[in-house]
């Protein structure tokens, strides 16, 4: 069997990545598309980017110039030519007899998607005229209007499959980023079009380490191939994507860059608008945005050069700490996979790169004055004075000297650490990823990354803390929503560019986690 997975793996890793440019519905649909979302036709500007035309866009695109004009009913004219797009758990109705536990494990077949595709190969963005991405696998969405499956989100989402015993499906998770490394150079935001300009915080490397636990450590060597393309995706090998950055030093450290400077299209009205409000520098305004996108961290005053407005936003100045440390892992990786294969001399290239990053890491992102892990400006050349919850990946990633555990806890404990867990930022801004919302991929990493360093008591205090909060919540309104405020555990969160999504994909997976781990039932 062993044998047979690996020769799947070298087939469909010959597969040529695309070159052709694959149309993304600004392109398909062009003034239409404008007008659509510039016309706010629906509240959520992904909904058109997501729907199916009901025939030819080039039949549509016709009518739609015979009939364009100031009587034109657009909304019932895409009503007409489209199929709009129907939210994953929609049809849920929540048993409340159920306790969290099972009401998740249930969950589970409500985001689950059949493959898009028969045949390894066949699948291609305009396979039918739709925004989506085809995988060959099975797959979980997060939930609400996250109807693809998303790169990072996905590693938390498999922590809960793995306890819900859905074996086989964080294997067919696994395999299709696989697929989509091999396709595209690098796995996307999510399997739409609209999102290949970028990808997210690397997490490949971690999703390889939960099946090596279920499968065996030949898992390694298996997905070589694809571990070495992402690497070369964010190392600028395959393309220019710019995502290197020349330290003072000589080290090399990555940033996040998105590789277009346009409104993204599944959010394009608060694009457009913000942009023409500033109007001087909109391409790096836009590629800044895009780029937030692709930290995951979408949006949040750690990345605004004033602190406070998203005007301000200079994602592309700024060298992550958590993006380092993922990296960091990656090259780890790397060198455990290499090993299994066989190629000792180059897993001692990969270690050496590893040992290389940590030290610049812990050079550039640890900062004695406020005992914690910051990001690191290029332009300013100093450190941000934003204090994220960024600051636990050195942990969570084992990139961290030993000696910080104690200032970081105290840092942590003082500054973060909040009735319903931790929160995310320092700063209230109305910002999604900011105070006072905690997120369970942050949880999950903060409480790793404690005992990781053998602090099991803050740990297990800051995971009942975001149990209880989630279990509150889900008693009194029967869903697992996308981010809490762990401030005020009486109130809902909040901020950014869309309303909280319920079901929630990286919620079940932490929190199903969290409770089987500290026996928090």
């Known amino acids: 069997m062993k044998k047979l997975v690996v020769l799947f793996f070298s087939a469909l890793l010959s597969i040529p990545a695309l070159t052709q440019e694959i149309a993304t519905p600004d392109k398909i649909y062009g003034d239409l598309f404008k007008e659509v979302q510039l016309g706010r036709i629906f509240p959520d500007n992904k909904t058109f980017v997501d729907c199916i035309p009901k025939r030819k ?5 016709y009518d739609y110039g015979l009939m364009k004009g100031p009587k034109m009913d657009l909304k019932k004219f895409v009503e007409d030519n489209f199929h709009l797009p129907v939210n994953p758990a929609s049809d849920y109705k929540t048993d409340t007899a159920l306790d969290v536990v099972m009401h998740i494990k249930e969950l589970w077949k409500f985001l689950k998607r059949d493959p898009d595709v028969d045949v390894v190969g066949e699948a291609w963005a305009g396979s039918s005229n739709s925004s989506l991405l085809s995988l060959p696998n099975s797959y979980i969405v997060p939930g609400g209007r996250f109807r693809e499956i998303y790169y990072w989100d996905s590693y938390f989402t ?5 306890e819900s015993g859905e074996n086989e499906m964080i294997e067919n998770m696994v395999n299709n980023f696989a697929y989509l490394i091999s396709r595209y150079g690098h796995i996307p935001n999510g399997n739409r079009s609209y999102y290949l300009s970028r990808s997210q915080p690397p997490f490949f490397s971690l999703m390889l380490d939960l099946l090596a636990s279920l499968k065996g450590n030949y898992v390694y060597a298996t997905f070589l191939p694809a571990l070495k393309k992402e690497y070369d995706y964010f190392t600028d090998k395959t393309a220019a994507t710019k995502h290197v950055v020349k330290m003072p030093d000589g080290s090399l450290l990555q940033r996040y860059y998105d590789q277009l ?4 299209q599944e959010s394009y009205v608060q694009d457009y608008e913000l942009a023409e409000k500033v109007k001087t520098n909109k391409e790096t305004l836009l590629r800044d ?3 937030g996108a692709e930290s995951g961290w979408d949006f949040s005053s750690r990345w605004f050069k004033d602190g406070k407005t998203l005007a301000t936003i200079q994602v592309t100045n700024i060298i992550p700490v958590d993006l380092n440390c993922l990296l960091f892992h990656l ?4 060198a455990k996979a290499n090993k299994e294969s066989g ?7 990969y270690e050496d790169l590893a040992e290389r990053r940590r030290r610049a890491i812990n050079k550039y992102c640890w900062s004695p004055v406020n005992k914690w892990y910051v990001d690191y400006n290029i332009v300013t050349k100093k450190q941000s004075p934003e204090l994220t919850l960024a600051g636990m990946s050195p942990f969570f990633l084992n990139v961290a000297d030993n000696a910080k555990i104690i200032a970081a806890k105290t840092t942590l404990e003082k500054k973060f650490l909040k009735p319903g867990g931790v ?3 320092l700063k209230t801004t109305g910002q999604q990823w ?10 999950w990493m903060t409480v790793a990354g404690l005992e990781n360093y053998n602090q099991p008591v803050l740990a297990k205090d800051i995971a009942k803390r975001w149990v209880d909060l989630n279990k509150k919540v889900f008693k009194h309104t029967g869903k697992l929503m996308e981010k809490y405020n762990v401030v005020d555990t009486g109130l809902e969160a909040g901020g950014g560019e869309y309303a909280s999504q319920d079901g929630f994909g990286w919620t079940n997976g932490v929190l199903i986690t969290l409770i089987n781990k500290y026996k928090l039932e």
């Open 57 to 61: 866009p080039v039949d549509i695109m």
């Open 343 to 349: 190629d000792l001399v180059r897993s001692k290239y």
């Open 423 to 425: 929160v995310t930022t």
């Open 158 to 162: 498999m922590l809960g499959l793995r």
């Open 289 to 291: 945005l895009r780029s």
């Open 434 to 443: 900011d105070a006072p919302n905690g997120w369970a991929p942050l949880t």
């Open 331 to 334: 090259e780890k990786t790397l």
């Open 261 to 264: 400077d346009i409104p993204r």
